[in-house]
């Protein structure tokens, strides 16, 4: 009797092991500032990863699950999957292999078929806002912020948009770790783990994107690039390249050249039109604050971009609301 009962203790405690990693994968993981286990649940075990190394991926606890089975000097070892960037190879592209025909699955509400290039499982969206935001302004609101005490008039973002993000239409936190979704939404975003990227786009996102220093670059990705089915490097370089092509705009140099004045609507749909084609400016809005009619952000509908895809190529009509005129607010409070 004894053994009966310590044989099925011993395949239940084998089916708990397995059902945490039942999704094999090839891959690899590279680590932010992670901590891996030897069990989920337990947490046992528990080991520093080194922030910027790369690891075999082995399996994941279900198809598009949120903890990764990594390979550590041998052994097996789980980590949260969002602490790092997980990559796989072609065998179970996209992101993550399909058990169903993908055209077979009804796609989510909002969102393109899950066989839109580089698409996770579930399925990308079909449509994107690109938000620029005009930092003088925003200053006026948030003068504490690090970015904002270190504003100067001849710095980058005294005269040009910056990256606010790139947002995925109606999706949000995808397969973000409940405690750093937590994290973001109280923002906390000194909290979520680095954001992994090569030092080109770093450099590039440090220049066009100021609220890095208050590690804006962590809230985008967690909020809106985790449904974006690329890399964190692929998902900010297109961002990057869409804001540059803006700033080489005429919209810029209009922007630019009326600091401290009234800009018109009207005034910056012609300047569109003209860098990006007849009817361009339908896919623009215009925003500003309730109460000081301050240019706050200029918002761009956009199809999903694609890595080298023109602005022209991707504008899509908006039906979003517009400030009619707009104050372009200078550096300084």
Request: one cysteine or more.
């Amino acid at each position: 009797m004894r053994f009966l009962i310590g044989l099925l203790l011993f395949f239940l405690m084998l089916g708990q092991q397995l059902s945490y990693a039942d999704y094999n994968i090839k891959g690899s993981f590279t680590a932010g500032e992670c901590t891996a286990y030897s069990s989920i649940k337990g947490q046992n075990e528990p080991i520093e990863l080194e922030s910027g190394k790369t690891y075999q991926a082995t399996s994941l606890n279900k198809q598009d699950g949120d903890f990764v089975v990594i390979k550590v000097n041998g052994k097996s070892k789980w980590v949260t999957k969002s602490c790092g960037t997980l990559a796989l190879n072609e065998a179970n592209s996209p992101a993550i292999a399909d058990t169903v025909d993908p055209s077979k699955q009804a796609p989510p509400i909002g969102t393109a078929n899950g066989q839109v290039q580089g698409c996770p499982t579930k399925g990308c969206a079909a449509n994107y806002l690109l938000s620029l935001s005009w930092q003088s302004s925003f200053c006026q609101t948030h003068p504490t912020k690090a970015e904002c005490i270190k504003q100067s008039v001849d710095g980058y973002d005294a005269t040009n948009f910056t990256l606010h993000g790139l947002w995925p239409d109606k999706l949000s936190y995808c397969g973000v770790a409940s405690v750093d979704r937590e994290n973001d939404e109280n923002h906390n975003w000194e909290q979520l783990p680095p954001v992994i990227t090569d030092e080109q786009t770093h450099q590039d996102l440090t220049a066009v994107m100021p609220g890095i220093i208050s590690d804006l670059d962590r809230h985008e990705w967690y909020k809106h690039g985790t449904c974006d089915g690329r890399s964190a490097d692929q998902y900010y370089d297109i961002a990057i390249n869409l804001l540059k092509e803006f700033n080489g705009s005429q919209v810029r140099e209009l922007i630019a050249s009326n600091i401290g004045q009234t800009v018109t609507l009207e005034q910056v749909r012609q300047a569109f039109d003209s860098s990006f084609g007849e009817g361009a400016s339908n896919s623009l809005n215009l925003k500003c604050g309730k109460d000081d009619g301050l240019l706050s952000e200029v918002r761009l509908k956009i199809k999903r971009p694609q890595e080298g895809q023109k602005l022209a190529e991707v504008l899509i009509p908006s039906g979003g609301l517009s400030c009619d005129r707009v104050i372009v607010d200078a550096v300084g409070l």
